[in-house]
């Protein structure tokens, strides 16, 4: 029965792919970084035009650019009020000469600029002020047009405060409509979707958005890592070029600190920040970086510029991976899993998670992929090849640890 299973799954992935949003972007899935983490605990929900700046300046020489990252977004700090017109307007301390100047200064270091705006009437976060911050509801056309003149090139809608008048707004005809605004602009603008997963938007936000949420917020702790994981087991049959799924945001490195946003306040270990990243690639999730990338640990650095898990995520294939195998841990009460991801030239990205607090072996039988014959290994976190094996590769893992290989059939060349 398990095999059936695990042929079931390789099935999936192999035929999977979602009619998407016809705007051209996100043939691969983006990569880019985003304020929500960097000046304070995240959500604290504060930028200004010199951190953005800065950051540009950073990612534009730390390798980041070099690896594909290509997105400067602003979360739910940066607006403040509607003028007479109706038009929105960018807090004027945070950006005292407005958002343009801020937008060529990143475009000018090689990158695009985004944007956030919620669907309701109003933002989630007031981000420190006395009142509440505007929201696209009834202005969706003016904003779409507005950003687009402004040259924003990423648009994020969240979906708070989305009661008007006693009427709760429904995400199904929201979405859609702002959709359909952006795509008026006549400028392409990739357009991330974010309702938390709670309408089960894979199943029906392809046409309309190039990523969508797919659970709650991803917080810098490890149980929500897992749980986001957990959300994300069996979807990736609804993702595919010009639409994925969207567990949130990568939090390696560690939120800053409030008394000292200069520094890391790390919720989890650099260990579960390489099985986070790792599990994301192989789902062929957004890329979007929260943390302070000014100030780089030298974990971040290893995690964030693997170009060898960033391949895996990046590949044109453009088939999401998924969970294909699980089962109890010896002496322990979480798992032991086996992830993989579909790549073009019929190789594989293979990840073995150990989800537990013990050490595991895990093994890997080729026959899971479908392989009969030997196959060719390369760690894709050592950067090593290994050669070749037959049947079967094992491998210890340590606690809430993954490792992660490229799977490819041995050909003539290959052979020892």
């Given at each position: ?97 407005g958002l343009v100047p801020v937008i060529q200064y990143v475009n000018a270091k090689g990158f695009k600029f985004g944007l956030y705006t919620d669907g309701g009437v109003y933002t989630c ?292």
């Amino acid at each position: 029965m398990a095999a059936r299973v695990v042929d079931a799954l390789l099935i999936t992935l192999l035929l999977s792919g979602a009619h998407a949003l016809d705007n051209g972007l996100a043939l691969t899935p983006p990569m880019g970084w985003n304020t929500w983490c960097t000046l304070g605990y995240c959500g604290y929900d504060r930028c200004n035009a010199q951190e953005v700046m800065s950051i540009a300046d950073t990612m534009a020489t730390n390798g980041m650019k070099e690896v594909g990252y290509e997105y400067i977004n602003l979360d739910d700090c940066w607006a403040d009020h509607r003028d007479a017109d109706g038009t929105i307007v960018p807090d004027e301390t945070r950006f005292p000469g407005g958002l343009v100047p801020v937008i060529q200064y990143v475009n000018a270091k090689g990158f695009k600029f985004g944007l956030y705006t919620d669907g309701g009437v109003y933002t989630c976060n007031k981000g420190g002020r006395p009142y509440n911050i505007p929201g696209s509801y009834g202005y969706y056309s003016q904003d779409a047009q507005t950003y687009a003149s402004w040259g924003v090139e990423y648009v994020k809608m969240d979906w708070c405060n989305h009661e008007v008048n006693g009427t709760t707004l429904d995400p199904k005809v929201q979405y859609p409509e702002m959709s359909k605004a952006l795509n008026a602009t006549g400028k392409p603008i990739l357009f991330n979707s974010c309702e938390w997963g709670e309408d089960e938007p894979w199943e029906w936000m392809a046409p309309y958005a190039n990523t969508w949420r797919s659970g709650p917020d991803h917080e810098d702790l490890w149980i929500s890592t897992m749980t986001i994981i957990e959300q994300n087991v069996g979807l990736s049959s609804f993702a595919g070029p010009g639409g994925w799924n969207d567990p949130d945001f990568i939090m390696t490195g560690g939120q800053a600190c409030t008394l000292n946003p200069s520094e890391h306040c790390p919720g989890q270990t650099d260990v579960e920040y390489k099985s986070e990243f790792s599990i994301w690639c192989l789902l062929a999730a957004p890329l979007i970086v929260v943390t302070d990338i000014r100030n780089m640990t030298s974990a971040m650095r290893d995690i964030l510029l693997n170009q060898d898990m960033i391949a895996v995520n990046q590949d044109k294939l453009g088939k999401a991976g998924d969970r294909i195998a699980i089962w109890p841990c010896v002496q322990d009460t979480v798992t032991c899993q086996i992830w993989a991801k579909p790549l073009v030239n019929n190789n594989y990205a293979v990840g073995l998670f150990n989800s537990g607090f013990l050490t595991h072996s895990i093994t890997l039988q080729f026959k899971l992929l479908n392989f009969t014959g030997s196959v060719y290994l390369r760690d894709l976190w050592q950067h090593q090849d290994l050669g070749v094996f037959t049947e079967s590769f094992t491998v210890d893992v340590e606690p809430h640890g993954i490792e992660v290989y490229k799977v490819m059939p041995v050909l003539p060349s290959m052979a020892p």
